[in-house]
T-cell receptor, first 117, second 114 residues
Framework: GQNIDQPTEMTATEGAIVQINCTYQ??????LFWYQQHAGEAPTFLSY????GLEEKGRFSSFLSRSKGYSYLLLKELQMKDSASYLC??????????????????FGKGTKLSVIP | IAGITQAPTSQILAAGRRMTLRCTQD?????MYWYRQDLGLGLRLIHY???????GKGEVPDGYSVSRANTDDFPLTLASAVPSQTSVYFC?????????????FGPGTRLTVL
């Protein structure tokens, strides 16, 4: 099983930088995903980390430390449109639930980010 | 435009009724998933399918059934709806042949069971 923790809510100012942390415990780590979800909409893929280090994609970066069970999503030059929930999801290798050879994602409860002027 | 469609967008259902939520993808992804999202609980996996003809149970499968007759369609059926099944339901798909196996989500179905 997995336990994924991330802050429930965060507030940041337009133009600033914000870091959203995610910690996890898993027996068979096989990758970590970050998704963005605007209110009333579907989650959309932001980033993927499977090796330690930083992955940068425009204003968004994601960091992973497998030994610490830790990831963060870094958002730079915040814009009002970045107000959304950010979901951390961990993929576990091998069988999960009643599965056979499939990879499953377990999601954290999400961090609601509010960007204020 | 390639992607995932879900129907209906929203539905109000009387308890005890049978309901099928539809999901179709045109990306030729082999794997498909059904999640429910509830306030304070996040996304939870209901059922999944790695390939046409196979299905598996997720974290919260009770009260739900699925079928995967072909690659594109993955319907979710509530045989006898109960109020605790009030939720937003998301279908997702992924290509397990890709290195990242990223899951892509449909727009969701908002279901209210009274």
């Amino acid at each position: 099983g997995q336990n994924i923790d991330q802050p429930t809510e965060m507030t940041a100012t337009e133009g600033a930088i914000v870091q959203i942390n995610c910690t996890y415990q898993t027996s068979g780590f096989n990758g970590l995903f970050w998704y963005q979800q605007h209110a009333g909409e579907a989650p959309t893929f932001l980033s993927y980390n499977v090796l330690d280090g930083l992955e940068e994609k425009g204003r968004f970066s994601s960091f992973l430390s497998r030994s610490k069970g830790y990831s963060y999503l870094l958002l730079k030059e915040l814009q009002m449109k970045d107000s959304a929930s950010y979901l951390c999801a961990v993929r576990e290798a091998g069988e999960a639930y009643s599965g056979a050879g499939s990879y499953q994602l377990t999601f954290g409860k999400g961090t609601k980010l509010s960007v204020i002027p | 435009i390639a992607g995932i469609t879900q129907a209906p967008t929203s539905q109000i259902l009387a308890a005890g009724r049978r309901m099928t939520l539809r999901c179709t993808q045109d990306m030729r992804h082999n794997a498909m998933y059904w999640y429910r999202q509830d306030l304070g609980l996040g996304l939870r996996l209901i059922h999944y399918s790695n390939t046409a003809g196979t299905t598996g149970k997720g974290e919260v499968p009770d009260g739900y059934s699925v079928s995967r007759a072909n690659t594109d369609d993955f319907p979710l059926t509530l045989a006898s709806a109960v109020p605790s099944q009030t939720s937003v339901y998301f279908c997702a798909s992924s290509s397990q042949g890709e290195a990242t196996d990223t899951q892509y989500f449909g727009p969701g179905t908002r279901l209210t069971v009274l």
